[in-house]
């Protein structure tokens, strides 16, 4: 089941954009696809500064998380 987190100071398309995320891609106008540690995430925008990440919770909170640095 997809984790949906409200990030306010979040958008992949930017980091993608940025040349800090080199295994990064869009997928779609509001999808992007990542690749690290070995696993392949999808995050998509949402509304009202959403976004839907399609992994477990645990997988999210172990690895996603802290790559992304959410909690800064």
């Given at each position: 089941m997809p984790v949906t987190v409200?990030?306010?100071?979040f958008d992949p398309f930017v980091i993608m954009d940025s040349g800090q995320c080199f295994r990064m891609i869009p997928?779609?106008?509001v999808t992007v696809?990542?690749?690290a540690f070995g696993c392949r995430?999808?995050?998509t925008?949402?509304?009202d500064g959403?976004?839907?990440f399609d992994c477990t919770q645990a997988d999210f909170d172990q690895l996603w998380r802290?790559?992304?640095d959410l909690d800064t």
């Open positions: 409200a990030a306010d100071c997928v779609g106008p696809e990542t690749v995430l999808l995050v925008k949402l509304e959403r976004y839907s802290p790559y992304f």
